[in-house]
């Protein structure tokens, strides 16, 4: 098991979208959050305080496992998302 992070960007003009699919997106985090998966998650924010993205880091066997994951996420699939890289990631400092 390694920890990825997704680090996500939204396209542009997507605030209402975003909003909308927002309970969706919250529960898929909260189940792996309920499978202890879940390091963090939280938005991007622009220094106006808008939202420009999402940042997670959480569990999983395998990048393809991850990729699928954020793939199938609510943000992604109603493409509130405009890029998404994903990277292994290993704490240090927590």
């Known amino acids: 098991m390694h920890d990825y992070i997704f680090y996500c960007e ?10 909308a699919v927002r309970p969706a997106h919250i529960a898929r ?6 499978a202890g998966r879940l390091r963090l998650a939280g938005p991007l924010k622009q220094f106006d305080n808008t939202v420009c993205g999402s ?14 994951w ?3 996420d609510p943000y992604s699939t109603a493409e509130v998302y405009q890029r998404i890289t994903v990277k292994l990631f290993e704490a240090v400092f927590s």
Not at 29 to 34: F, K, P, R, S, V
Not at 55 to 68: G, H, P, R, S, V
């Open 10 to 19: 939204d396209a542009k003009n997507v605030s209402e979208k975003r909003k």
């Open 70 to 72: 954020i793939a199938a």
């Open 29 to 34: 985090l909260q189940t792996l959050q309920d």
């Open 55 to 68: 940042l997670i880091i959480a569990t999983f066997d395998n990048l393809n496992e991850a990729q699928e």
